[in-house]
């Protein structure tokens, strides 16, 4: 039969607002956390990392917050602009156990201009 | 410094044939991952090697192999493919788990 597709979550701002994407992780003994933007026929982008000994991270115009209490990560994007138009993921990994990153469904962010 | 080069971008292959796909990471990456990365399923890890060795392998049966040279340079090969393979396969090199890993535009794999 028919495979259904993975339902994307999306995201419609305004540009020049800002934009928070959300993400719930599955590993509890996750220590490290990546956020991926993905354009349409592109691989996915590195963005902002960061370890379970913290709980925000910036970077140029992006902020990552963690909360490892509910397993929680969220990406926020300062005054989004068309060009961030894409999809983001999140992802885990358990540094001290092994070397694999568990990607999380994507959110579908969309810039209107 | 150049990113990781992925060969060929694109392939049809036909039920039953194999095929190998090539990954060229950044210079002085040790560590190359393979995912596929489907509409049904997202991205899923497929395997992770080191210094020639496979460190990690996911959930996917035996007909995905995988293999590593002395360049770092990795392939993966399908064989018997299904339909269920078509899909996009990244592949990504890291010069340390806990420094990010850069991922290549990918190959989109469509078996007929």
């Known amino acids: 039969g028919e495979s259904v597709g993975l339902h994307l979550p999306t995201l419609s701002v305004q540009e020049g607002d800002n934009s928070i994407i959300n993400c719930a992780y599955s590993?509890?003994?996750?220590?490290?956390f990546i956020w991926y933007k993905q354009e349409s026929g592109k691989g996915p982008q590195f963005i902002i990392d960061?370890?379970?000994?913290?709980d925000k991270r910036q970077g140029q115009r992006v902020t990552v917050l963690l909360n490892k209490t509910v397993k929680h990560l969220s990406l926020q994007i300062a005054a989004t602009q068309p060009g961030d138009s894409a999809v983001y993921f999140c992802a885990e990994n358990n540094l001290r156990a092994t070397n694999k990153l568990i990607f999380g469904t994507g959110t579908l962010l969309a810039v209107q201009p | 410094k150049a990113g990781v080069t992925q060969t060929p971008r694109y392939l049809i292959k036909t039920r039953g044939q194999q095929v190998t796909l090539s990954c060229s990471p950044i210079?002085?990456?040790?560590?190359v991952s393979w995912y596929q990365q489907t509409p049904g399923q997202g991205l899923q890890f497929l395997f992770e090697y080191f210094s020639e060795t496979q460190r990690n392998k996911g959930n996917f049966p035996g007909r995905f192999s995988g293999r590593q040279f002395s360049n770092s340079r990795s392939e993966m090969n399908v064989s018997t493919l299904e339909l269920g393979d078509s899909a996009l396969y990244l592949c990504a090199s890291t010069e340390g788990q806990d420094y990010g890993y850069t991922f290549g535009s990918g190959t989109r794999l469509t078996v007929v």
């Open positions: 960061i370890r379970s000994n913290m």
């Open positions: 590993n509890s003994a996750s220590d490290y």
């Open positions: 210079s002085g990456h040790r560590s």
